[in-house]
């Protein structure tokens, strides 16, 4: 089945504990993306790759950090998470980056006390 | 820096009743996509719609980019609770990046 995976689902840690959040997807995409979903904010979008070793930021990437080694994954890590950055991640792909369609993986809820 | 502004922002209606959903904005868009999230859920593409005036229909729901590609209008036809769900509308820009609405909650009671 054609997906978009992230692990973990929901995620609660403290200020200032190193996580990462992983993206895998099996559709043989070059593009992927990291957003955060905030309550009347939309989707924004943190980071994203054209392509393997190929990252840029996006409109909010302040305090994240991304890498895309492989195709299939693109990890999002925060090096010392702060509250503010309590939110709801998604990770998406799609086979180019001016492709019409992303598929949207479920979703990490992230609480950072 | 573009901006899609939806609205209602929030809406609950009963079984059988009909609604509309808008996404305006000041800038021009290249296409203009709507999704819809489920809870628990990522956004899942409905429809993608790319020229001045252009209506699409999916079933019970129609989509309508405006002339000058600058708004767009979602309608649902004798809603039921199925449909229930986050609506978002989505722009490519002139960067050609993707811009999401703020969203719309729609609620459809039994």
């Known amino acids: 089945e054609a997906q978009v995976t992230q692990n973990p689902r929901y995620l609660i840690t403290v200020t200032g504990k190193k996580l990462t959040v992983t993206c895998s997807q099996n559709m043989n995409h070059e593009y992927m993306s990291w957003y955060r979903q905030d309550p009347g904010l939309g989707l924004r979008q943190i980071y994203y790759s054209m392509n393997v070793e190929v990252t840029d930021k996006g409109d909010v990437p302040e305090g994240y950090k991304v890498s895309r080694k492989e195709k299939r994954n693109f990890p999002l890590i925060l090096e010392s998470p702060s509250p503010n950055q309590t939110s709801l991640y998604f990770c998406?792909?799609?086979?180019?980056?001016?492709?019409?369609?992303?598929?949207f993986g479920p979703g990490t809820r992230l609480t950072v006390t | 820096t573009q901006l899609l502004e939806q609205s209602p922002q929030f809406l609950s209606i009963q079984e059988g009743e009909n609604l509309t959903v808008y996404c305006n904005s000041s800038s021009v868009f290249s296409s203009l996509q709507w999704y819809r999230q489920e809870p628990g859920e990522g956004p899942v593409l409905l429809v993608t719609?790319?020229?001045?005036?252009e209506v699409k229909k999916l079933k019970r729901l129609t989509f309508q980019f405006g002339d000058a590609r600058k708004d767009s209008s979602l309608h649902i036809t004798a809603a039921q609770p199925g449909d229930t769900g986050l609506y978002l509308c989505a722009g490519r820009g002139a960067t050609n990046k993707l811009i999401f609405g703020t969203g719309t909650l729609l609620a459809v009671q039994p």
């Open positions: 719609v790319v020229t001045g005036g």
């Open positions: 998406a792909s799609s086979l180019t980056w001016v492709s019409y369609e992303q598929y």
